[in-house]
């Protein structure tokens, strides 16, 4: 075992951390071979503690929020998982207009650690009576990854996490931890500069308009229902595997109404329901690829690559990825 490992676990201890974990075990997918190291921070604190540790010490880390979205090699991660779980969020400050007669408020901000769901943040704020983020209900992960790809669930209609988001405190590259505002993350479709830089998310600040909760709770239960609707449920599936199309390239395909939807791609060129060894493509949403139970890394990978390769031919269209691949392929 290399010396920085055995560091690490005498700092933290043997009890806690744990050696050859499969990463299987902690994904939507239920794929994945085995990690060096496997942790769990057991406060915000200690999870940036972990984060200077590796730095120091020269160890290759990646955080795991929630498991979806991600895809870990068969041959599993040479290093060590940071498995962030850590939920806190509090209501921290008002922005308004305060007299006498009539108090004004415009902003309500709540901080979230970046291990929180988003499910339990976006149920929060609703029974606190603030809008703009119930329409996060039903979106697997944490509120770290969230923030990394910019989370939406109706694009089309402007449903971004990054839209509410006031400010942020970060691990960034050069190992120190910072704040940093909005604007920072460069918000983009399935985009952040964060994916960029490698910069962690520690926690982050939303500012939130005040909302009549009832009306919030019919909207989130709308989403909840669409959902279920329109994408695979109970299924092992890490989430969308491509990112939608640009509206330039819609208006070039002339899809219906314009659609960007990789989904609807993916399934007019003939894949829907399509299966590789034990990856199949979903047969209620295309771009959703399912693991029948004992499928690989490597059968995902190979099924992302053939659809990629038969969309381009059909519609001269590249599919990207939107789905992150940790370990080595």
């Avoid at 050696?19 to 942790?39: C, N, Q, V, Y």
């Avoid at 010490?57 to 895809?71: E, F």
Wanted: hydrophobic letters at 40%; glycine letters at 10%.
């Amino acid at each position: 075992m290399k010396v920085s490992y055995q560091k690490f676990i005498k700092k933290f201890g043997r009890l806690r951390v744990r050696s050859g974990e499969p990463m299987g075990r902690h994904t939507f997918f239920k794929i994945g071979g085995p990690a060096d190291l496997f942790f769990e921070p057991s406060s915000v604190a200690e999870f940036v503690e972990t984060l200077g540790f590796c730095r120091e010490n020269g160890i290759d880390y990646c955080v795991l929020g929630g498991g979806a979205n991600v895809l870990f090699s068969d041959l599993g991660f040479r290093g060590l998982v940071i498995h962030n779980k850590v939920e806190e969020i509090k209501l921290v400050g008002f922005l308004g207009k305060f007299n006498e007669r009539k108090p004004k408020v415009d902003k309500i901000f709540v901080q979230a650690s970046s291990g929180t769901s988003i499910s339990r943040l976006s149920r929060f704020t609703i029974e606190q009576g603030l809008s703009g983020l119930e329409f996060l209900i039903s979106i697997p992960g944490t509120i770290g990854g969230a923030l990394k790809v910019n989370a939406h669930f109706r694009p089309e209609e402007g449903e971004f996490i990054g839209n509410c988001l006031h400010r942020a405190t970060i691990f960034d590259d050069k190992g120190e931890v910072k704040e940093v505002r909005a604007r920072y993350f460069d918000f983009n479709y399935d985009q952040s500069y964060i994916q960029k830089t490698g910069d962690i998310v520690i926690r982050a600040v939303f500012g939130l308009c005040r909302g009549n909760k009832e009306f919030l709770w019919k909207k989130a239960n709308s989403s909840i229902e669409f959902r279920k609707k329109t994408q695979p449920s109970e299924v092992f599936s890490s989430g969308c595997i491509f990112r939608n199309i640009s509206k330039a390239e819609a208006r070039i395909l002339a899809t219906p109404n314009y659609t960007t939807s990789a989904g609807y791609l993916i399934d007019k060129a003939g894949f829907c329901g399509y299966r590789m060894g034990e990856v199949e493509v979903s047969k209620v949403h295309s771009n959703y690829f399912v693991n029948l139970g004992k499928a690989k890394a490597s059968d995902v990978i190979k099924l992302m690559n053939f659809v990629k390769q038969e969309v381009k031919k059909k519609f001269n269209i590249e599919l990207k990825e939107e789905i992150f691949l940790v370990g080595d392929f």
